[in-house]
């Protein structure tokens, strides 16, 4: 049956229609409020744009799926749009990730952790926070307001003595039954409830009840507590944002500017009269739609998929199905929401400003180096079958030199383009620098004895400090940047899940499929396996990957590879850079740093006085004491003496 004929037998109905190719891959998803008439009107469309004649050619047959009314085909193809992703739809891309608060009250001690989604289970989230490091900020005030405990331990009010965040008065200790009773961790659990929920009036009244009750049971430490946690959130219910427009109230207000290129869009979110927070969007490549309102449309359905809209959302432009989005977000608020076009006033002067931020927007992302970056990540999603473009990129690079001051270093790239200020160094605390406490790896072994061969090897014969298995003795000669690298990608992922992100579509590993090993080692023993590494070899230049046996070779002159090996030379250049620091630092120092007593005033003396290290030890007692007094050279003579 051709294409014609399909669409022709097309019920007049409200529904979705899912465009395929000859594969079989859903190439395009839409909705309609009479079926046959939207298809149909793809056939008469010719020519009116490079990527919808694309789209026609590409098309083999179509699926239909009929609903009740054009709300419930929005919500169809929001979700549809979400699960297969079609090439040819507007799919918008978020600069941030907003976290929540999950207060867990499924347990009997709840704690507060922080979320990238809401899930069932019988806790309690707030957010998402805008800005992001409000959640973080507001966590940190319930630990220090009202003692919210953050360990993992199961709670049974039997323990000893409480931890540190007791003494630095972080927790309440409901661990040590004498301390806090599940009653008074209740209490606590309750305010800080009131805190996340920002009914800091309510809390303030709530407080103030409980430190006269404290001061009249002339329980004053609990009462002066009380009084600062109260002092605390009435300085934060008074803070003033920069940017408030009194009598706006709570509204999201949208921004667009749409080109060849794609589009970029700005949303002011407004909470209170104030605009708390700007969020960028972005379309990703190969959208059909070019109208302003087919991509406001889609922004729309994919901006409150995982947010709950306010009142009010501003918008530059009309929109297609305005009911039916209206009804579908007042369902997801479970109020009314409406979506306004301003004219005049404060209000339109709002949305002219998010439009003008959204026209820097987009001259900044589409210029040609940045389409030419898009390019490379798009083929990067491809060679290495990635669920989306890796817009985040961190690598990871090892340096030393004969196991000397090792150290480590994380560079981040963000779609194409290097951001310098979340460059990270590391020290490598516990492999092959001089103070580590791990034996190197074995020596070749001289020619045994024939007493000792018949007698077998030593029992105590010393072992790599880690080891890949799978590898010959040769590969595992380097098994301290194994090591190593174990060591940083862990101490970076177990600091990203303690902040809650931002995590990286792709860890890049300088270093082949032993570096890359110990990267995955790492990732799971914090929890994040499901992270997608890759390591880049320096001579080959090939990719290794966890799931391919053999590695992956580009083209010399691939984009890919040429923003691969960009990303892997800043990261070298890093690391060499901090490694020569420390060694410098090192070849600064004295031994006589490691004499008791001898601080760098005594040491500049000493070396005044004497001229050299050399000298200082050829010293006698009587001319060490004229320069620094007997007690210190009798420290530098036991030290000598114990050295020698």
Avoid at 417 to 432: H, P
Avoid at 565 to 590: G, Y
Wanted: charged residues 30%; aromatic residues 6%.
């Amino acid at each position: 049956m051709s294409l014609r004929e399909q669409i022709a037998r097309l019920p007049e109905q409200p529904g979705v229609y899912l465009w395929r190719n000859a594969a079989g891959e859903t190439i395009y998803v839409g909705k309609a409020r009479a079926l046959r008439d939207r298809v149909r009107s793809y056939l008469g469309a010719a020519g009116m744009s490079p990527r919808h004649d694309a789209l026609l050619d590409e098309i083999a047959s179509i699926e239909v799926i009929v609903t009740d009314s054009v709300m419930e085909a929005l919500a169809l193809e929001n979700n549809l749009i979400k699960q297969r992703r079609p090439r040819y739809n507007i799919l918008l891309r978020d600069d941030k990730n907003y976290p929540y608060l999950q207060l867990t009250t499924s347990e009997p001690f709840p704690r507060i952790l922080v979320a990238r989604r809401v899930e069932k289970g019988g806790d309690f989230y707030a957010g998402p926070f805008l800005p992001a490091k409000l959640a973080r900020r507001t966590m940190g005030l319930a630990h220090r307001l009202f003692g919210i405990r953050s360990c993992n331990e199961v709670i049974t009010g039997e323990r000893a003595r409480p931890c540190l965040e007791y003494d630095i008065k972080r927790c309440i200790a409901p661990c040590v039954a004498e301390l806090c009773s599940q009653e008074r961790y209740g209490d606590a659990v309750e305010d800080a409830r009131l805190l996340l929920e920002g009914r800091n009036d309510d809390l303030i009244v709530t407080l103030h009840d409980r430190m006269a009750d404290a001061a009249v049971g002339e329980r004053f430490e609990e009462a002066a507590q009380l009084r600062d946690a109260l002092r605390t959130v009435e300085i934060l219910s008074d803070r003033q944002q920069k940017v408030a427009t009194p009598g706006l109230g709570d509204r999201d207000v949208f921004g667009l500017k749409v080109g060849p290129s794609g589009g970029a869009m700005q949303v002011f979110a407004m909470r209170g009269g104030r605009v708390v927070e700007r969020v960028e969007l972005a379309t990703e490549p190969g959208g059909v739609a070019v109208r302003d309102a087919d991509v406001l449309q889609a922004a729309l359905q994919q901006f409150y998929e995982d947010r709950i809209p306010p009142a009010d959302i501003h918008l530059p432009v009309e929109v297609e199905d305005a009911d039916a989005i209206e009804a579908w977000l007042s369902a997801r608020a479970g109020r009314r929401v409406r979506l306004l076009v301003p004219q005049r006033g404060d209000k339109r002067a709002l949305v002219e400003l998010a439009t003008r931020n959204a026209e820097l927007s987009y001259r900044t992302r589409f210029n040609e180096n940045t389409a030419a970056h898009f390019d490379a990540l798009e083929t990067l999603r491809t060679t290495l079958g990635l669920p989306a473009i890796p817009r985040r990129i961190e690598c990871f690079d090892i340096s030393t030199i004969q196991g000397s001051e090792t150290v480590a270093s994380m560079v981040v790239c963000e779609d194409g383009r290097m951001k310098r200020a979340e460059y990270r160094k590391f020290r490598i605390r516990g492999l092959s620098n001089p103070k580590s406490q791990i034996p190197p790896p074995p020596q070749a072994p001289a020619r045994p004895r024939r007493s000792e061969a018949k007698a077998g090897p030593k029992p105590n014969a010393q072992t790599p400090a880690y080891v890949v298995p799978g590898f010959s003795r040769a590969e595992r000669a380097g098994n301290d940047d194994f090591a190593a690298m174990r060591e940083v990608v862990q101490r970076r992922c177990r600091k990203l899940v303690e902040d809650g992100g931002p995590f990286p579509d792709l860890i890049l590993i300088d270093g082949g499929k032993g570096q890359l090993t110990a990267a995955y080692d790492a990732l799971e023993s914090v929890g994040l396996g499901n992270l997608v590494a890759v390591g880049i070899a320096k001579r080959e230049e090939l990719l290794f990957l966890r799931d391919r046996p053999e590695p992956v070779a580009l083209a010399e002159n691939d984009p890919a590879l040429l923003l691969l090996q960009r990303i892997r030379d800043e990261a070298h250049r890093f690391a060499v850079t901090f490694h020569r620091k420390a060694r410098s630092m090192r070849d600064l120092q004295s031994e006589l740093d490691a004499v008791p007593g001898i601080g760098p005033r005594r040491r500049r003396a000493l070396l005044e006085a004497f001229g050299s290290l050399a000298g200082v030890r050829r010293a006698t007692r009587e001319e060490l004491a004229a320069v620094i007094g007997p007690r210190a050279s009798a420290a530098v003579i036991d030290y000598f003496a114990k050295s020698a």
